[in-house]
């Protein structure tokens, strides 16, 4: 029996499952039965808006990149350059199936970690830093690591997140105990209050997921890195510009990877 065009095209989609994009390949779904639904298609459409809609010129990198769907959108609006790394090999392969079998040729995958960002030597106009953080040993230092070597502009950051949506009031500076008293201040007890929960074992039955920030801790962790907040479609999803770090003026704040011998 002849093998047509899209039996083989099928044959290699079912070769790297599972999927997690589910990706329209021309009328073959990567992940039709997804457990999110049309994931992440319907994810995206509640927050595309905030995006630029033409990225004509301009550079994309796109973190933890998966099969390729953020990338595949950002070379949909215009972008010249893009750029997806991830750390995983079968999804890197599905990346790369899923924009030839597309036609769009120009994204460029390659297998990069987080941490390894300063290896790309370039500035991008946007960076796509999504549902990767939770997934991280050392968060803030990720995105350190991106604002200092790639982050160009304006990044679009997403994480999953538990407890509280509601943002509490910070104090620039907090006493070390309650006024006149040597007890513990409260305002740690607010859920409003900058929170990362850590997971010591696993999280939906995958080990990889470490962190779970509250929509306080993210906020206050991309301000941190030295990123603006320009807009927070969704709790979980912000838009964000470059700005000054704070307390740059002091040195670098976090834990650096060694960069060569010791003097
Ligand atoms: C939950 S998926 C998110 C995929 C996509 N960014 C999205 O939002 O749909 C997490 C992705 O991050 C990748 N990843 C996890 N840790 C990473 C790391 N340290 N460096 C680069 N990629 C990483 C995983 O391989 C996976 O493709």
Known sequence: MPVTEDDALRAEVAALAPWFHNIDLNGIPTA??????????????????VLPADLTGKSVLDIGCNAGF????MKRR??????????????????????????FDGIEFRKLDVY???????????VIFMGVLYHLRHPLLAL??????????????QTMQQGSDTIAEVAENHPF??????????????????????IEHRYADDWTNWWAPNRACSAAMLRAAGFAILDNPEPEVFL??????????????????AKGAAA
């Open 32 to 49: 039709p039965d997804h457990f999110l639904g049309d994931y992440p298609r319907d994810k995206f459409a509640g927050f595309a808006q």
């Open 116 to 126: 390894q960002v300063a290896e790309l030597g370039e500035r991008f106009d946007l």
């Open 177 to 198: 105990f309650m006024p006149g008293t040597y007890d513990k201040p409260r305002y740690f007890d607010d859920p409003g209050y900058p929170k990362m929960h850590f």
């Open 144 to 157: 350190d690591l991106i604002r200092e070597h790639v982050a160009g502009d304006l990044m679009l950051f």
């Open 78 to 103: 215009g972008a010249e350059r893009v750029v997806g790394i991830d750390s995983d090999d079968r999804y890197l392969a599905q990346a790369r199936l899923a924009t030839r079998a597309l036609g």
């Open 70 to 73: 953020y990338s595949v959108e």
């Open 240 to 257: 964000c510009r470059t700005a000054p770090v704070p307390y740059a003026q002091f040195g670098p704040a976090a834990v650096y990877p």
